[in-house]
């Protein structure tokens, strides 16, 4: 027996884990792109991923680290409040940097209704939310200071994203010391590259989160756990790795249920283990995969279901045959459940589940 210690798993969305694995690499390119200068490509990239795959995550280590280099991070949701969220961080953290007359020029902030309104502090002429933020990133870069917008839950319906994205390619073409990171789930990723009038966006570096190597997890978990204090039974790292399919928020979510079972024992058991994936599964099912069944259309789901018939993948002909339409009906549903990252196309007419656990979800919904 010992001290209880504090529990180093972080299962809550867009909490930095202690040890965050299998996406240096990654991290590596896109930092080192912020610190290399204007009209680096790696300050326009876009995460792609399903819920749970870790795109809070990494947005808001990057705003950490480039915070750490002495840039001004802004960390902002894709809402139509964005643009009015990013000068009111702009006036919190760059206070010290700007001087009086420009933040005179930045809007002061009051609420109206459900949302934030503007009103100028100088009404001798008119300003635009691009000519404010084009005086910030003067002021700033003169002073050797850039500036990063991390934006979370892109979505094509949300106007000032695209007025958002408008600018920033000017911003660029200006050579300004700025960089935008935006994540989004896939299906809304697409809409909004699909946008004429933001087609520059097209050439930002898209990274498609995949689920991380086993080996990398198992190093995670035991590094996590090492440095909390405690230690672990290699047959629960087994079986705890394995039990993650790679899946970030999994990982989270099984060390920390695992570490809780007897937090007062130095060891993690494989008894500790298993309680620890069996509880996670079912915080999985209600924080990942309920949400995610609620946005598809009840034909969507009779697709999916229909694959849960066959083991490693499914045809196209046999869908289509268990949902009693033609093939090329079948093939549109195919493409929306594609693009919402939930299956995969894995050969000419086949498709296999993608989003991990998802199938042993419906089959205890459905199948049961």
Not at 216 to 226: A, C, G, H, N
Not at 229 to 251: C, D, H, Q, V, Y
């Amino acid at each position: 027996m010992s001290e209880i210690k504090k529990n180093p798993f972080t299962p809550s969305f867009g909490s930095i884990p202690l040890h965050l694995a299998g996406r240096e690499i990654m991290l590596d390119e896109i930092l080192r792109g912020i610190n290399n200068g204007p009209g680096d490509p790696y300050r326009s990239t876009i995460f792609v991923g399903a819920r749970g795959s870790g795109k809070t995550v990494l947005l808001a280590r990057i705003a950490e680290e480039a915070a750490s280099n002495g840039w001004i991070s802004l960390n902002v949701n894709a809402d139509n409040e964005m643009l009015d969220e990013i000068l009111v961080q702009i006036r919190d953290k760059a206070v010290e940097l700007l001087t009086p007359e420009i933040l005179s020029r930045i809007t002061s902030i009051s609420f109206a209704g459900f949302g934030l309104s503007r009103e100028l502090t100088q009404n001798t002429k008119k300003s635009t939310w691009r000519s404010e933020m084009t005086t910030i990133l003067k002021e700033l870069n003169n002073k050797g200071v850039g500036l990063l917008i991390t934006v979370d839950e892109v979505s094509v319906s949300i106007d000032a994203l695209k007025t958002l994205i408008v600018n920033f390619q000017h911003f660029v073409r200006e050579r300004m010391d700025v960089a935008l990171i935006m994540a989004g789930l896939p299906h809304k990723v697409s809409s909004l590259l699909r946008d004429d009038s933001i087609s520059f966006l097209r050439r930002a570096f898209q990274h498609h989160l995949e689920p991380i190597d086993e080996s990398e997890v198992r190093y995670s978990l035991k590094k996590t756990i090492e440095l909390a204090g405690r230690e672990i039974e290699t047959t629960a790292l087994e079986i705890a790795s394995l039990n993650t399919k790679g899946f970030p928020f999994f990982i989270q979510l099984i060390g920390y249920q695992m570490w809780r079972q007897n937090p007062e024992n130095v060891c993690i058991t494989y008894n500790d283990a298993i309680e620890g994936i069996k509880l996670a599964q079912i915080e999985l099912d209600r924080m990942i995969y309920e949400t995610t069944i609620r946005e598809l259309s009840d034909r969507d789901v009779d697709f999916l279901v229909a694959m849960l018939d066959d083991d490693d993948y499914s045809n196209m002909s046999d869908i289509a045959n268990r949902m009693k339409v033609t093939s090329k009906y079948a093939g549109v549903y195919r493409q929306r459940l594609i693009t919402h990252g939930i299956i995969g196309s894995i050969g000419i007419g086949k498709v296999a589940f993608e989003l991990p656990f998802f199938r042993e979800f419906l089959e205890s919904k459905y199948h049961s």
